[in-house]
């Protein structure tokens, strides 16, 4: 077959040939990205995306839930809590009310502790106030029965016996967590004084 198109003469073979060729270029190109697998990842994309997602929680946008604790109330998202705390997770996806409920009260847990475990679930990081880090983690990990980190709590307190003691928090320890510490053969003390006067 030939076509004419103002007097330059093409043969319909040479157009097939060029469009055969064209195609089995690009699955040329396609094979050799399937197969080798172009991939870019980038290290600031995380840090990049959790400042953004505290920064709208902050701005309380897009935020699904408020966690009341005392009179404090936090804005949140469902999902970052969820991927951070399996205890959370359960609770927002189960069949519990709070998973459909626009406000929870989360009971037996500091304030501050509160403060300190949503903040690390937006920024991967969390500061805890010396005095206070007894209290926040001892109280957290006996809520969610983490055993080892009652251990951790319990050996710090143990420890730092001397400090702990003089701490506001230490006075409203439960007494079952008090027993567990000062009858431990780990008690750092200068003298049973110390033991007695506490």
Known sequence: ???LLSSVKIELSDILLSSTLCIEKVFNIMKHIVTNKLVKTSDK??????????LLRKQKELCDVILIVGQNKTP????ILSACSPYLRAMFTGELAESRQPEIIIR???EYA?????EYCYTSRIVVDEKKMFKCIRAFADTHSCRELLRVADHYAQQHFIDVKESEEFLFLPIHQLIDIISSDELNMTSEEDVFNA
């Open 1 to 3: 077959y030939t076509i």
């Open 114 to 118: 509160m403060e300190l475990l949503i």
């Open 45 to 54: 994309h995380a840090k990049f995306l959790l400042e953004n997602l505290n």
């Open 108 to 110: 037996d847990i500091e």
């Open 76 to 79: 949140a998202q469902r999902a």
